[in-house]
């Protein structure tokens, strides 16, 4: 069955130190999400990439965060420089159907878990 | 004001029972979707069941079933017959904005649920 793919599962970082995360979505989702879930919170939409164009990057802390999706397959996620407030899961997700459909179910990778020390 | 509520931060229920998990939402747009995702202690989503805003009858899925209100803009989850693998967080969740665009979900802050013997 495929599956969205995150790494790394964790990461234990200091602050004011670079991190990345990975995702590679299932295999023909055009779309993908980054969403952070703060502890004891839902998920929040950090940023939604159609292919390789940036769609909603509204809630993404621009002055630290970084993300890329190149080649419009597997993208990337930075934080330069980590915060003690960045500690959270990261999650990412892909979906096939795009605009115009009610129905648009985002698959969920296992996320990456980030500890800022 | 929040778009998604869930006024339960943890639940209790006896393995075997039915249980309730209640969602409302805050939307004025006439076409939405609503999901209802689980989240084990592991941190993957799993998605459950969805509700379209025109769906005229319930959506069922196995064990699951949505109880959607529109006028009351409630969307509650009810799980049949629990097991103990049901002990997990449930999310609520919303798309808005299927005309194009960022197609996000958002989030309640979710429904612990725990499933005694």
């Known amino acids: 069955e495929a599956e969205v793919a995150q790494s790394p599962r964790y990461k234990i970082t200091e602050k004011s130190q670079a991190v990345a995360f990975w995702c590679d979505p299932i295999s023909g989702h055009a779309t993908l999400y980054w969403y952070r879930q703060i502890l004891g919170q839902g998920p929040e939409l950090l940023v939604q990439?159609?292919?390789?164009?940036?769609?909603?990057d509204s809630q993404l802390p621009k002055d630290r965060f970084s993300a890329e999706r190149l080649k419009g397959v597997d993208s990337t996620l930075k934080i330069q420089p980590a915060e003690l407030g960045d500690s959270a899961m990261y999650l990412c997700?892909?979906?096939?159907?795009?605009?115009?459909?009610?129905?648009?179910?985002?698959?969920f990778g296992p996320g990456t878990r980030l500890t800022v020390l | 004001a929040q778009k998604i509520t869930q006024t339960q931060p943890g639940m209790f229920v006896q393995e075997k029972e039915a249980v309730t998990l209640d969602c409302t939402y805050d939307?004025?747009?006439?076409?939405?979707?609503l999901f209802w995702y689980k989240q084990p202690s592991s941190g993957e989503m799993i998605f459950l069941i969805y509700?379209?805003?025109?769906?005229?009858q319930n959506a069922t899925e196995g064990r699951y079933s949505l109880n959607f209100q529109k006028a009351r803009k409630s969307a509650n989850l009810v799980i049949s017959a629990s097991q103990l693998g049901d002990s997990a967080m449930y999310f609520c969740?919303?798309?808005?904005?299927?005309?194009?665009?960022?197609?996000?979900?958002?989030f309640g802050k979710g429904t612990k649920l725990t499933v005694n013997p």
């Open positions: 997700a892909s979906s096939l159907v795009t605009s115009g459909s009610s129905y648009n179910e985002q698959f």
């Open positions: 939307t004025s747009d006439q076409s939405y979707g």
């Open positions: 509700q379209g805003s025109y769906d005229e």
């Open positions: 969740a919303m798309r808005e904005g299927f005309s194009g665009g960022s197609e996000k979900l958002v």
């Open positions: 990439f159609q292919d390789e164009s940036v769609v909603d």
